[in-house]
């Protein structure tokens, strides 16, 4: 049986594999977590061990799998000879660790391969909905975009930018975890758009903007500038997904609040720098 599998997984595509360990991380976290629980192991521990043992998981497939690739993680040292590579993969073996740590669903682990400047594909996973999102799915036909606006917001520290572009627009804002999750939630359609402003890293974004692509939205920083990965400081503090009609609108709406306020308002500090 294990050697049937190993078969398998040495003649995956790239996505096949990327969704694949996605998955897997996924159920195995979902496992973890639940005997966790049952221990009485606290939110902080429970962090930790979900962190690990996800890192831990998807450093060996790729090492095994993708030997000669290079590998950028939330969770280990970076390299920088990675810059140097045609190849990188880019993962966050476990976003919205708090969530995780609360027993919610709105959580995921992403896994991403940059090649040769730009994002080849991702896959994110979503345990708590049994589900893992690919950016190889065509895109499907959205039905038309009718009444108030659905903002997806951080259910715990909302900008005051998406806020002031909330009040602008008459949207709905609709609170949920991670930053994959947020993202996914636009893909599948139950809100219409995600601005973050504020701090993120390439492992934050790379996998949910390969899907997001992959299902035809429009991905950039919210300035409308293109995201870069691999970049030797991975800090990528922004950013816009949202269905590819409402881009133009949103980029106006951003841009003027942008003009009109104070740095704090896009989580800047005193000298227009995103504070980490």
Partial sequence: ???AHEQVAAEESDLELAVRIAGEAGRLLV????????SGIGAAELKKWGDTFSQTFLARELSVYRPSDAVLSEEA??????????????IDPLDGTKEFSENRHDWAVHVALWCSGHLEVGAVALPGLELVLDSGTPPTDRPPLEGTVRL???????????????????AELVPMGSAGFKVAAVV???VDA????GGQYEWDSAAP???????????SRIDGSEL??????PYLPDLLVCRPELAPMLLAHIAEISQASNPHMLGLDTDGMYAR
Wanted: aromatic residues 8%; glycine residues 8%.
């Fill in 194 to 197: 995600y601005v973050h402003s």
């Fill in 152 to 170: 997806a917001v951080s259910r715990t520290r909302a900008s005051a930018l998406v806020g002031a572009l909330a009040e602008r627009l008459k």
């Fill in 31 to 38: 496992e973890l977590r639940a005997g966790a629980l049952r």
């Fill in 228 to 233: 870069a990965y691999n970049q030797r400081d």
């Fill in 1 to 3: 049986m294990y050697q």
């Fill in 209 to 219: 903007v390969a899907v997001a692509s992959g299902h035809g939205l429009y991905v």
């Fill in 188 to 190: 599948r359609g139950e």
């Fill in 77 to 90: 040292p970076d390299d920088p000879s990675r810059t140097a590579k045609d190849r990188v993969w880019i």
